[in-house]
């Protein structure tokens, strides 16, 4: 069979709509010979028979394994150039205590962006010299709060924060080491809104005011100067952004070492992953490689000696050990005229195929216009591909979780549905929109299948309403039980 009008060129007619298509998938996820879903060892089923669903599944083997494959990836490409390198998991993407944990137990610094991150962090026991502080507006309290635990790097966004953190610092009679967030220019090739380049962007200073503001920072003694800092945007796929941007970095890095030690350049993150089957990511082998390659060569030309570099991955680690599942509720077919050459039109059909969560859990669509892939997740089906589009329950046209995907014909309700590479910013941009509770997060591994984050219920949501009664009771639909 052919492709649907519709469709959106990228994709193709699958040969098998239940097929789990490696690397968007975690690589625990099988099939089981009656078709049902499994990750880290627990079905679908079981999942969401126990939790409930909307229900985001973290595979725990997963995220530590990449986190391990990234570490060691960007450790031995600086190790190849003869420098160091240290890998920061930025926080953004996901951030629980666990993770925290899981992310330090593999030898990872964390990124944190907020006062809440850092608290997360610390209470995941993570040693606060290894992390960094990053944000374009820290509080003033942010930036005490981080001086005081004594995080390890603050990222100076603005020139008012070189004073902001130089007092907290010497308040705290301690020298606050610093990076400098610059714009090198470089346009990532993505959605405007995670390209983070421009100079025209509230993110950092433009490069040519560096020697500018690094000199005003060592003019603090209670601020160390550690180099220069950049992120060009998210979800790239080459290397060669990330090259030219260190390029322009390394112009400056030279420059301001004649002003005294410039110990590190930390090139950020934005790696991206797999969502369908029409992405072809680096592989962070092949990215940590030409990266270096090109800090490497640019510091030969410039005879300078090669700074200790730092990288922050988020996305390539927590990525694709997402799965959100979702129980369908109702299904639509809508007609859609295509037009013809000829100037006449015909008719197609567009399934809506409608779950009970939605852009509460995943607004990435609504977003950025970010596409996914879907399965059936309790069992396989030889009826043939249709061309459908996963639409949330919310009150909101833009409302779409899938845009398009082919699954089985007899997709129906009460099927379950997953959704793979839902593991970065789903649940960290989820929101109460219509009165939802943020789902549970439960992660799996070796068949066992606990808690990380609990839903957020009825309850908690009234909880906040000043009017709510301060003794309300609750009941079997709104406590905080394992769902």
């Given at each position: 069979?052919?492709?649907?009008?519709?469709?959106?060129?990228?994709?193709?007619?699958?040969?098998?709509?239940?097929?789990?298509?490696?690397?968007?998938?975690?690589?625990?996820?099988?099939?089981?010979?009656?078709?049902?879903?499994?990750?880290?060892?627990?079905?679908?089923?079981?999942?969401?028979?126990?939790?409930?669903?909307?229900?985001?599944?973290?595979?725990?083997?997963?995220?530590?394994?990449?986190?391990?494959?990234?570490?060691?990836?960007?450790?031995?490409?600086?190790?190849?150039?003869?420098?160091?390198?240290?890998?920061?998991?930025?926080?953004?993407?996901?951030?629980?205590?666990?993770?925290?944990?899981?992310?330090?137990?593999?030898?990872?610094?964390?990124?944190?962006?907020?006062?809440?991150?850092?608290?997360?962090?610390?209470?995941?026991?993570?040693?606060?010299?290894?992390?960094?502080?990053?944000?374009?507006?820290?509080?003033?309290?942010?930036?005490?709060?981080?001086?005081?635990?004594?995080?390890?790097?603050i990222v100076i966004d603005s020139a008012l924060e070189i004073e902001r953190v130089a007092a907290a610092a010497a308040r705290h009679?301690?020298?606050?080491?610093?990076?400098?967030?610059?714009?090198?220019?470089?346009?990532?090739?993505?959605?405007?809104?995670?390209?983070?380049?421009?100079?025209?962007?509230?993110?950092?200073?433009?490069l040519d005011?560096?020697?500018?503001?690094?000199?005003?920072i060592r003019s603090h003694a209670s601020l160390e100067f550690l180099g220069l800092h950049c992120h060009i945007g998210s979800q790239i796929f080459g290397v060669d952004g990330f090259s030219e941007s260190a390029a322009r970095l390394l112009e400056v890095h030279a420059e301001l070492?004649?002003?005294?030690?410039?110990?590190?350049?930390?090139?950020?993150?934005?790696?991206?992953?797999?969502?369908?089957?029409?992405?072809?990511?680096?592989?962070?082998?092949?990215?940590?490689d030409g990266i270096a390659d090109a800090?490497?060569?640019?510091?030969?030309?410039?005879?300078?000696?090669?700074?200790?570099?730092?990288?922050?991955?988020?996305?390539?680690?927590?990525?694709?050990?997402?799965?959100?599942?979702?129980?369908?509720?109702t299904i639509k077919d809508v007609l859609v005229q295509?037009?013809?050459?000829?100037?006449?039109?015909?008719?197609?059909?567009r399934r809506y195929v409608s779950v009970d969560g939605g852009m509460s859990d995943n607004v990435r669509p609504a977003l950025y216009g970010a596409d996914y892939t879907v399965r059936i997740a309790v069992r396989s089906s030889a009826a043939d591909p249709a061309l459908v589009r996963v639409a949330g329950k919310h009150c909101e046209s833009g409302d779409i979780v899938v845009n398009a995907a082919y699954l089985p014909g007899d997709v129906t309700p009460g099927d379950l549905l997953a959704v793979p590479a839902t593991g970065a910013y789903c649940h960290s941009l989820a929101n109460n929109y219509n009165y939802l509770g943020r789902p549970a997060v439960v992660a799996v591994r070796g068949g066992e299948a606990r808690v990380l984050i609990r839903r957020e219920t009825e309850h908690d949501l009234l909880a906040r309403d000043a009017a709510f009664p301060r003794d309300a009771g609750t009941d079997a639909t709104t406590r905080g039980d394992e769902r």
């Open positions: 069979m052919t492709s649907s009008p519709l469709a959106p060129a990228w994709l193709g007619h699958p040969a098998d709509a239940n097929a789990l298509v490696a690397p968007i998938w975690p690589r625990t996820a099988v099939r089981d010979p009656g078709g049902a879903l499994a990750i880290g060892g627990v079905t679908a089923a079981e999942l969401a028979g126990r939790f409930g669903t909307p229900l985001y599944v973290v595979d725990e083997q997963e995220a530590r394994e990449r986190a391990v494959e990234v570490r060691d990836a960007f450790f031995a490409a600086a190790a190849r150039i003869g420098t160091t390198a240290t890998v920061y998991y930025a926080a953004k993407a996901f951030l629980s205590i666990e993770v925290a944990r899981w992310m330090a137990e593999a030898g990872l610094s964390i990124d944190v962006c907020s006062g809440g991150e850092l608290a997360v962090a610390l209470a995941a026991g993570v040693d606060p010299a290894r992390m960094g502080l990053h944000g374009n507006n820290k509080s003033v309290a942010e930036i005490e709060r981080a001086v005081e635990n004594g995080v390890g790097v009679e301690v020298v606050q080491k610093v990076r400098l967030r610059v714009n090198s220019g470089v346009h990532a090739h993505t959605h405007d809104f995670l390209a983070t380049a421009h100079e025209d962007q509230k993110f950092g200073v433009r005011q560096a020697v500018e503001y690094a000199a005003a070492l004649e002003g005294g030690d410039v110990p590190g350049l930390n090139l950020g993150g934005g790696y991206g992953i797999a969502y369908t089957e029409a992405d072809d990511p680096e592989q962070i082998e092949v990215l940590a800090v490497a060569t640019e510091c030969e030309r410039l005879g300078i000696p090669v700074p200790a570099l730092a990288f922050e991955p988020g996305r390539t680690i927590i990525g694709t050990a997402g799965v959100t599942l979702y129980e369908v509720g295509v037009p013809g050459v000829d100037g006449g039109a015909t008719d197609h059909v």
